[in-house]
């Protein structure tokens, strides 16, 4: 079973695709269930994973709560797809390190001359990496004597676990509707992921500016869209196609020790995966325009 938070989303969707490339390699099958960032859908999708006796659960994110996790201990095998910077102790991991992403954002647009810059995010609440890449570029703006010409816009926690599959759009579209922003000596936007970076650039297009003459945008995850031509947005690879491969492998080597012993110790035997994230250099991103 994949346990992902919401597959409208494509990060998760392309994930998917390659676990499910994996598996089928290995003659497993996968069931997806949607967890949405809830507790309790989060419990509901484990005890349905108890009760279909899966051989292996794969969670695509951080546990909302880790007491749900270890009713799997010693019967199925788990596997966390995660930031490294916030795991959950005694699982099998495959991690990406947000706060490298975070560097290499704000090196590739401090390069470009961007002093001033805003980081336009869903609610950074309710998710660790963005927590992480808030504090991890506020980190890199004050080492670099930023720190008063960074900007935060956020979107409101959600009322509902099941969203529209456009949310992160439609967030990153509504938040750059402040007129205020505007009047900001902002150059540069950093977006939580690259469909909040979707809504930040056409907002921007809608009130005549051109990208990246008048501002850059930069994105999170390189979704497949991102290299349109039209789009060629900046971004940073998370490695969703390997990550999602060494995800089962991972899974199936535990399944086959678990068949081997009947038996496991979430203690022993563990291992971790980490892999570093790559900037993607397209057109959204060019000097800022004092320095043109």
Known sequence: MVITVNISNPYYTMLIQSIEKEANAHDFSI?????????????????????????????????QNPENLNKLSGKIPVVLVCNSDNITPGYDSIEMQMRDSAMLICDHLFSLSHKSIALITTAPLENSGRRILLSSVTEQMEKHGYSQNLYIFSGEPSNTYIETYSSDYDTGYALMQNEGIYDLPITAFI?????????????????????????????????LYSNIRT??????????TVKGKSAVELLVNKIELLTESNTIDPLSDLHTIEYKPHLIVRKSTGPAPQAQ
Do not use: F, Q, W
């Open 231 to 240: 789009v060629s947005l900046t971004t940073v690879d998370h490695r969703m």
């Open 31 to 63: 069931l997806i269930r949607n967890a949405y960032r809830s507790p309790e859908m989060e419990a509901a999708c484990i005890e349905n994973a108890l009760e279909l006796g899966v051989d292996g659960v794969i969670l695509l994110s951080m546990p």
């Open 191 to 223: 977006c939580t992921n690259d469909s909040v970076a979707y809504g930040v650039m056409d907002a921007l297009y809608d009130r005549g500016y051109k990208i990246p003459h008048d501002y850059s945008v930069i994105g999170l995850d390189n979704y």
